[in-house]
């Protein structure tokens, strides 16, 4: 898979991401996920995008990021990912990538 990212002058996320093998049975979606140093912070996550199929193909914006998502992403606290969901709870990470 391959992503990139980029935060317009409006404080606009735009993002397009590929990523191809997939199973086409689970449903999968495109997260933000902040990590904020420290051993004690749970992960912050952001639903961008949910999707089915073999691959995620596209382009599209996040308009609503607020401040503190921003700052992470500036930062280098955020990484984008891309899970499956197996079963009604369990999750599968297909992609895993830090914002730098």
């Not at 391959?2 to 997939?22: E, F, N, P, R």
């Amino acid at each position: 898979g391959i992503a990139w990212l980029s935060i317009d002058k409006d404080c606009i996320l735009h993002y397009q991401v590929y990523l191809t093998g997939l199973d086409a049975r689970e449903r999968h979606l495109l997260e933000l996920l902040h990590v904020r140093p420290g051993k004690y912070h749970h992960p912050l996550q952001r639903v961008l995008k949910k999707f089915e199929g073999e691959q995620v193909m596209g382009e599209d914006l996040a308009e609503d990021l607020d401040g503190r998502s921003l700052a992470f992403i500036q930062q280098g606290y955020t990484y984008l990912v891309v899970t499956s969901k197996l079963n009604s709870k369990a999750k599968a990470v297909e992609l895993r990538a830090k914002i730098n």
